[in-house]
């Protein structure tokens, strides 16, 4: 049985940058400690110039929530910290505060292996306004990076239509944490195993695994080498043909596995991680098969992405089982998500109404998006044709309008027979989860699943359709009365 996530098991409540505990502490001091802020973690564009993302991390960054408290180390941390005139830079009452602190935020977030877009809500922070800025940077780090990987893995798998991926990373991953969230959200994306153990330890994920080229020069041949293997793991013979000439390491496999099926067994196959991968997986297709081994797959590595492997694909290279790894759990060429989490209301305290507020900029796609937001999908049948970012005090008809956020000349409106389905679900209430996380494999179904109700144009990975997405139209007049008063400007 896969064991419940134990990478938050030390207090982490110096999981956050500093400034956040200096606003904090500002808060504390200007007796605003109850004022209430509703928070909105969203992205501005999709990552590889692609034309969607895949939500990731919600079950870690609920895991980091629960866990979060500040232990007497972290405490004693702080009280060391010195102000530009040399005093402490925190007082002993803040400190006191934050050893109660209890995080009773209101959580609601799109759960994972969700298909999301640039401006939409992921995550919905609401409540006491020292916890909901204690956790911003956390969150961001845990939600931008498992959506970014898990994004990369969905593309990875649309290019093998079909065929296997394993995610082969972790030691070109940043660090152990990252090898770890990255064989995660890789296989939320839709990758069917991993290399790295610990994470199928973890998590439940198959793990799967060949030779490296090292046993093959632990021996004085290949044939040795593949020899010794197969008497080892007769069950799990994948043998890496390329260690000195690729088609005769595939003669070598083919001499191993006559000497599997005498003993009953069969070779499962060769990988290759280097050469032309094209011209060479055709040539020991052909060898193998020639050879009275058809069912043998050929496995192939060597930095792969999404466009290596559709270009393969395009020159029917004979490959059954792709091994993806550093331009997977890296994200590459993609250094991040670039995420964001944004103030969008305020209130006294429970049961006051809240108050918008906005975000300036003169790049409009850094003008935030005031208000409690969430978004509703809208569908015909199957296939998805629409979202709108709406406010829940406002509400949202139907039928309703929505806005371009970029471009107020662009309008949709959604037809009244249309289906809605609201995708920020709750998580915590009051600091207390009502919400429970579904196994690892029904996420990674989740992904397949949504990704199949879009439009082939949102999947494609050159010049993608732009899929629509829009402001509830009365939500697009409160920002623009907001940015007009902002501005000084006439209404």
Not at 65 to 73: D, K, M, N, P, S
Not at 420 to 443: I, K, M, Q, T, Y
């Amino acid at each position: 049985m896969p064991v419940p996530s134990q990478l938050y098991r030390p207090p982490l409540g110096l999981l956050t940058d500093f400034y956040e505990l200096t606003m904090a502490y500002a808060a504390w001091k200007e007796g605003i400690a109850g004022r209430e802020a509703s928070f909105a973690l969203s992205f501005r564009k999709n990552p590889f110039a692609g034309g969607f993302t895949i939500a990731a991390g919600l079950e870690h960054a609920v895991d980091l929530v629960e866990r979060w408290r500040y232990g007497e180390e972290d405490l004693a941390f702080l009280a060391a910290q010195r102000g530009g005139d040399g005093a402490p830079l925190f007082e002993p009452g803040f400190l006191d505060a934050l050893r109660g602190l209890a995080l009773e935020v209101d959580v609601d977030a799109v759960p994972e292996g969700t298909v999301v877009f640039p401006h939409e809500p992921l995550v919905r922070v609401s409540g006491p306004i020292i916890p909901c800025m204690l956790l911003e940077s956390a969150l961001l780090a845990v939600v931008n990076f498992q959506s970014l990987v898990a994004t990369k893995a969905a593309r990875v798998c649309l290019a093998a239509r079909g065929a296997p991926v394993i995610e082969f990373g972790m030691r070109r991953a940043q660090g152990i944490d990252g090898g770890l969230a990255a064989a995660r959200a890789a296989y939320v994306g839709g990758c069917d195993a991993t290399s790295n153990t610990l994470a199928g330890r973890l998590y439940g994920i198959p793990v799967r695994g060949t030779h490296a080229h090292s046993w093959v020069m632990l021996h004085e041949g290949e044939r040795e080498a593949f020899l010794a293997y197969a008497r080892a793991l007769p069950a799990n013979c994948v043998f890496l043909v390329d260690t000195y000439s690729t088609l005769e390491g595939v003669a070598s496999a083919i001499e191993a596995g006559r000497w599997l099926r005498s003993q009953g067994r069969e070779l499962a196959g060769i990988r290759l991680d280097s050469g032309d991968l094209a011209w060479l997986s055709q040539q020991a297709r052909r060898m193998l098969d020639e050879a009275g081994f058809p069912g043998a797959k050929i496995l192939a590595s060597n930095e792969l992405d999404e466009h290596v492997i559709e270009s393969l694909a395009d020159q029917q290279a004979a490959i059954a089982v792709w091994g993806v790894g550093t331009r997977l759990v890296t994200g590459a060429p993609d250094a991040a998500l670039g995420g964001v989490y944004k103030l969008g209301a305020v209130r006294p305290g429970p049961g006051a109404p809240w108050q918008p507020r906005l975000k300036l900029s003169d790049q409009i796609e850094k003008t935030t998006i005031p208000g409690v937001l969430q978004v509703r999908r809208f569908s015909h049948g199957a296939e998805v044709f629409s979202d709108a970012i709406w406010e829940e005090g406002l509400g949202i008809p139907s039928p309703c309008v929505i806005v371009d956020p970029a471009d107020p000349t662009r309008r949709r409106e959604i037809p009244e027979a249309a289906k809605g389905e609201d995708l920020l679900v709750p998580v915590f209430r009051r600091g207390r989860r009502v919400w429970e996380a579904p196994p690892l494999a029904e996420v990674r179904a989740r992904t397949g699943a949504q990704l199949s109700r879009f439009h082939a144009g949102v999947r494609r990975f050159m010049n993608p359709h732009r899929f629509p997405v829009g402001l509830e139209r009365r939500l697009h007049e409160l920002r623009t009365r907001l940015v007009l008063e902002a501005r000084k400007a006439p209404g």
